[in-house]
């Protein structure tokens, strides 16, 4: 039986990650993987995939709805080919995972393919092309997560879909009915209003994006409003039915009343379970809570110490990039290091355009923390830079300790958020103050001088183009 110093089970952006930096500190490590391609939900039917029909689609909006603002002329009709754009997307999706394929035996990382299970808690069954048994000092969990359903909605998969179905459909659909306005049902919202579905968004909350802070949902909500989009929020889906090509959804509204939705497509997106099946964790001593994850405590250790769990399977945000920390956390914790991790610092994206990211504490949650707080906002139109471009929807905000003036939170909606807020996350690692930040250099001109406003409006309201 083959031996290891370290197993992976699961290979997405947590297992594949924890695997490279096992090897990089000199450990003998195995990747089990239960699919056929590497990269987990993230590259095969998640962040990659909505990504690339996100770019797609935005290419054809600016095509179709800016270009001609812009002096640009197309003689006749500019049409999308989806075969053509699904394609593109899986292309990405295959180079993307054919780079893990790489990265794998780049570092030596030897990968099973099947499905694993415990055997106890050294010992590891692998079912599928691979099929054996290995023997590990040390397991991480990595197994990820599903999408979730209602107990009352039966997904057939075709009409009635999830995001994996999503991402390949065959037709743009007439009428999208999207239950659930998080982050994936408002990214494959926008993809599939701009390809020139309707789409309806049907949200339990008063309001989409319903954790992030209450502005950045205010100002999203008014961009699908003005793509036609209807935002039901503060309804609750009662029933969702199949006929023939058509979707019923009957949801309740805040007054008791019952409206109903006629669809040919309804997207379930009301959030991801985290998924142990068949990993047989009981016969190793691992402990799965209530909510089915994998119990573990702050070092990422599980009921049975050997044993470590990270990612979309454990508590926390379901983010690659927070898997990725994880898996690094791990590999590291089990070398001796002694790493950490500041949660309150991972931020989160929505890639819809414009894109919302944020970093920190909300106002709601420095509020019911009775944490005292200056504000310092800055809107994207009041820039150079996008004007320039046209992409003049949004805004950035900072939150400062009233008293110290440290940066608390960032919050932010426009152009190009995804990277600014790399920026934010950066001064606040180091505990900058909201004057640090309005104290450096930002070149011109950029959408990131809206951080450095808004840092100045957070300091004695100086802002200097407002
Ligand atoms: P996963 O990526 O789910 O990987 C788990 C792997 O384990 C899978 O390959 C699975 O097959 C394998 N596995 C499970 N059980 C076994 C077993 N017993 N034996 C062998 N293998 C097993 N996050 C972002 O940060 N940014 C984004 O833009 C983003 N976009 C997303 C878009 C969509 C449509 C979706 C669905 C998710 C998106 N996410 C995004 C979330 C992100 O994909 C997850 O947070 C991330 O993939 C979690 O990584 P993981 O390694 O924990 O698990
Ligand atoms: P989510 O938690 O972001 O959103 C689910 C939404 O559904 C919530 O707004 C919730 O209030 C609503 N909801 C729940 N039950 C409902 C009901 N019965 N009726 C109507 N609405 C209901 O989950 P998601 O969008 O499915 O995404 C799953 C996970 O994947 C998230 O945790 C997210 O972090 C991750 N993801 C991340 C990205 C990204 O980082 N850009 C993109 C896609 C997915």
């Known amino acids: ?216 949902s205010k100002e999203l909500n008014k961009v699908f409003k003005k793509a036609k989009c209807k935002m039901m929020m503060s309804h609750k889906v009662q ?39 068949g990993l047989n964790a009981e016969a190793a001593g691992v402990k799965i809570n209530e909510r089915g994850q994998v119990e573990v405590n702050e070092h990422l250790q599980t009921s049975s110490s050997n044993i470590y769990a990270i990612g979309d399977v454990v508590r926390g945000a379901m983010l690659a990039h927070k898997a990725e920390e994880e898996g690094v956390f791990v590999a590291e914790t089990i070398a001796g290091q002694k790493p950490h991790i500041d949660y309150n610092l991972i931020p989160g994206v929505v890639y819809t355009w414009p894109e919302v990211a944020a970093v920190g504490k909300t106002e709601e949650e420095l509020k019911a923390e009775n944490i005292e707080y ?8 009041a820039l150079g830079r996008a004007r320039a471009s046209g992409d003049i929807d949004g805004f950035v905000k900072i939150l400062a300790d009233k008293s110290t003036d440290e940066v608390l939170g960032v919050h932010m909606i426009g152009a190009r958020c995804a990277d600014l807020i790399a920026e934010a996350v950066t001064a606040m690692e180091f505990r900058a103050s909201a004057e640090d930040i309005s104290r450096y250099s930002h070149a011109h001109p950029t959408f990131a001088e809206a951080i450095k406003e808004a840092a100045l409006a957070a300091t004695d309201n100086r802002a200097l183009h407002v």
């Open 239 to 277: 029933s969702v039915e199949r006929k023939g090509d058509e979707v019923v959804v009957k949801a309740e509204n805040k007054k008791g009343e019952v409206v109903e939705f006629k669809g040919d497509y309804c997207l379930v997106s009301v959030g991801r379970r985290p998924y142990t099946d």
């Open 374 to 381: 200056k504000v310092g906002q800055f809107p994207f139109r």
């Open 1 to 216: 039986m083959k031996s290891y110093d370290v197993a992976v089970i699961g290979s997405g952006p947590g297992g594949y990650v924890a695997a490279i930096r096992c090897a990089q500190l000199g450990m003998k490590t195995a990747l089990i993987e239960k699919y056929s391609t590497l990269g987990g939900t993230c590259l095969n039917v998640g962040c990659i995939p909505s990504k690339a029909l996100l770019s797609s689609s935005h290419h054809y909006e600016e095509a179709t709805k800016h270009f001609e603002e812009h002096g640009i002329e197309i003689p006749g009709d500019v049409k999308v080919n989806l075969e053509k754009m699904i394609a593109r997307k899986q292309a990405v999706v295959d180079q993307t995972t054919g780079g893990i394929d790489f990265l794998m035996k780049k570092n030596n990382i030897e990968v099973f393919e099947g499905l694993g299970s415990f055997i106890d808690a050294t010992h590891i069954k692998i079912d599928g092309k691979d099929a054996g048994e290995i023997e590990a000092k040390n397991i991480i969990i990595a197994t990820g997560s599903k999408p979730s359903n209602l107990p009352f909605i039966e997904l057939d998969k075709e009409r009635i879909i999830t995001s994996t179905e999503a991402l390949k459909l065959k037709e743009i659909p007439k009428h999208m009915i999207v239950i659930g306005g998080g982050v994936i049902g408002l990214e494959l919202g926008q993809v599939y209003y701009r390809l020139g579905a309707e789409v309806t968004v049907i949200e339990y909350m008063d309001r989409i994006l319903p954790t992030m802070d209450a502005g950045l």
